[in-house]
């Protein structure tokens, strides 16, 4: 049973930074590619980056680019957003998904780590 | 980036009824679009992908057609557990994009 578990969410002021952590479970996770989605209170869903199951390249949205980055180590599981320069509509819940076998959908989340981005 | 632009907003159904949602792309996604589930306080839940196939162990009152710019997603029985926010999703080109959402709720 996939698990996906993410971590490192919490409350920072405009201008600094965080890190999640995604903790992968129940699936070969040196196999698959990973993303992560973020939903503002009250609001949709919008994708914010995606990295190849061997993290030989990456893909983000316009928004974050030049201030997230994301990474992954194999050899723990462990999927990361660095989030540098946040600013105050980068508030949302933040979550870590699996690439499904049918494409760059996603097909197992987590549970979601909250960021909030406030003075 | 493709706009996917899902209506109507609000769907106000009685259980039992059948839902039909829908979802329209800017440009041409052949068929490359999915369906998310999301409740309150929960992620989403995939559905639907490349446009009609259901996921792992989705029932069979939800189905999907379309292609090109125009989607439907189908709830032929509105079961209680099926009210709840839709998205649709495109992988046709990056930045991947999700529609606004259809709030599907008890009439």
């Known amino acids: 049973q996939v698990q996906l578990v993410e971590s490192g969410g919490g409350v920072v002021q405009p201008g600094g930074s965080l890190r999640l952590s995604c903790t992968a479970s129940?699936?070969?996770?040196?196999?698959?590619?990973m993303h992560w989605v973020r939903q503002a209170p009250g609001r949709g869903l919008e994708w914010v980056a995606f990295i190849l199951f061997d993290g030989s390249n990456e893909y983000y949205v316009d928004s974050v680019k030049g201030r997230f980055t994301i990474s992954r180590d194999n050899s723990k599981n462990t999927l990361y957003l660095q989030m540098n320069s946040l600013r105050v509509d980068d508030t949302a819940v933040y979550y870590c998904?699996?690439?499904?076998?049918?494409?760059?959908?996603?097909?197992?989340w987590g549970q979601g780590a909250l960021v909030t981005v406030s003075s | 980036e493709i706009v996917l632009t899902q209506s109507p907003a609000t769907l106000s159904l009685s259980p039992g009824e059948r839902a039909t949602l829908s979802c329209r792309a800017s440009?041409?996604?052949?068929?490359?679009l999915a369906w998310y589930q999301q409740k309150p306080g929960q992620a989403p839940r995939l559905l639907i992908y490349d446009a009609s196939n259901r996921a792992t162990g989705i029932p069979a009152r939800f189905s999907g057609s379309g292609s090109g710019t125009d989607f439907t997603l189908t709830i032929s029985s509105l079961e209680p557990e099926d009210f709840a926010v839709y998205y649709c999703?495109?992988?046709?080109?990056?930045?991947?994009?999700f529609g606004g959402g259809t709030k599907v709720e008890i009439k």
């Open positions: 129940g699936f070969t996770f040196t196999t698959y590619g």
């Open positions: 998904a699996k690439v499904s076998d049918w494409g760059p959908y996603f097909d197992s």
């Open positions: 999703q495109q992988r046709s080109s990056w930045p991947l994009t």
């Open positions: 440009q041409s996604i052949s068929r490359y």
